[in-house]
């Protein structure tokens, strides 16, 4: 098991409402990266934090948002929730932000929307 | 924009077969990597394979990477029954931001 941890484990919310997902990072990690992985897909990058700013964003709409903080925890805020956004969502946490650095992946949070 | 494709998406096998996924991806990355993930659960990582030509070996399963090809195979020898879960390539972009494959489903049966 890596050292990332994820809260919480699954939530149930309705369409319409907003969430929040909140991940821990690996000790000596400084940069944080959400991906969204539908059921039966693979896993679509969200964006990344490094030193509490954004550093890359995917494909996403600007209603999923987050935030790092100063010990390199991170936030994953979703307003205005719709059906599609049900899965799972993974976070990863790195040393760095270069391509040599591994990320390691947090157990998950399953979100469903009803 | 990066596209990674594996093949077969299912995959079901007997025992003590062996077979190959196969991931190509559409452009030049010089790191791969392959993750297994049960149902519900996380990403395990199994390889990082860095340069053109690397193979990497751990138990009954072997990657390697091809960067000319942009391919990578991930050879499956002697299934067993354990080894049923979904398997990932990823490929490396800007950063550390990883591009993965739509998973390959693999049942072992006995």
């Known amino acids: 098991e890596t050292g990332v941890t994820q809260s919480p484990t699954h939530l149930i919310k309705t369409r319409g409402q907003q969430v929040t997902l909140r991940c821990s990072s690996q000790s000596g990690h400084n940069t944080v990266s959400w991906y969204q992985q539908a059921l039966g897909q693979g896993p679509q990058f969200i964006f990344q934090y490094y030193r509490e700013e954004e550093n890359g964003r995917g494909n996403f709409p600007p209603r999923f948002s987050g935030l790092q903080f100063p010990n390199y925890s991170s936030e994953l805020n979703v307003n205005a929730l719709e059906l599609d956004d049900s899965a799972l969502y993974l976070c990863?946490?790195?040393?760095?932000?270069?391509?040599?650095?591994?990320?390691?992946f947090g157990p998950g949070t399953r979100l469903t929307v009803t | 924009e990066l596209k990674v494709e594996q093949n077969p998406l299912f995959l079901s096998m007997q025992e003590g077969k062996n077979y190959t996924i196969y991931c190509n991806y559409s452009?030049?990355?010089?790191?791969l990597y392959w993750y297994r993930q049960d149902p519900g659960k996380s990403l395990e990582s199994l390889f990082v394979?860095?340069?053109?030509?690397a193979v990497k070996q751990e138990g009954r399963l072997m990657a390697s990477l091809d960067t000319k090809a942009r391919l990578s195979t991930l050879h499956i020898t002697a299934a067993v029954h354990d080894l049923s879960a979904t398997y990932f390539c990823?490929?490396?972009?800007?950063?550390?931001?990883?591009?993965f494959g739509e998973g390959t489903q693999l049942t072992v049966n006995p």
């Open positions: 394979l860095l340069s053109n030509g």
């Open positions: 452009t030049t990355s010089d790191r």
């Open positions: 990823a490929v490396k972009t800007s950063g550390s931001r990883l591009t």
């Open positions: 990863a946490s790195s040393r760095g932000t270069g391509g040599w650095y591994e990320q390691y």
